[in-house]
């Protein structure tokens, strides 16, 4: 059994499919601090210093009641909180990471298709079906006037 579940470790979709995980993990970390760190601040400050991680709305009040300065004051007290701050940053780090995917999959889809085929540079000739030079006007198999 061991044996078996090296050979089906060891094949090349599993072991990619593992790289394709961890990398997607990085890169999901790395997207969630571009969001945090980078794009919401000044977002915020256009928006009047507003930090999205600490948008909530309370549903019950906790051991100490609020008003609650911070989410995490308010986590501290033990209030249910909606917390729709950190929802709209897990929805610009999805729609990043989204967008990133779809760049990848069209590059991907790029280098994939055909090059387009050539112009034809003969043509048939409709009495005896030989190849004919495109501008010809006889064939050269049987002689026949060919119309351009």
């Known amino acids: 059994m061991l044996k078996e579940f090296k050979e089906f470790a060891m094949r090349g979709n599993a072991v990619d499919m593992a790289v394709g995980i961890v990398i ?3 890169f999901g970390a790395i997207v969630k601090s571009l969001v945090d760190d980078v794009i919401m601040p000044p ?5 009047g210093n507003v930090d999205f991680s600490n948008l909530f709305v309370v549903l019950r009040d906790g051991a100490t009641t ?3 300065a ?3 004051e308010a986590k501290r007290a033990g209030a249910v909180t909606i917390n729709y701050g950190v929802f709209f940053n897990s929805v610009i ?3 990043i990471v989204a967008f990133s995917i779809f760049l990848l999959v069209r590059s991907i889809n790029k280098l994939r298709r055909e090059a387009p085929s050539a112009a034809p540079a003969t043509k048939e ?3 005896c079906l030989s190849a004919v030079a495109l501008k010809a006007t006889r064939c050269p198999q049987c002689t026949s ?3 351009l």
């Open 125 to 127: 000739c409709p009495y």
């Open 93 to 95: 780090s999805f729609l």
């Open 24 to 26: 997607g993990a990085a």
């Open 43 to 47: 977002i915020g400050l256009l928006l």
């Open 70 to 72: 911070s989410l995490a």
């Open 66 to 68: 609020g008003p609650y």
């Open 145 to 147: 006037e060919l119309k």
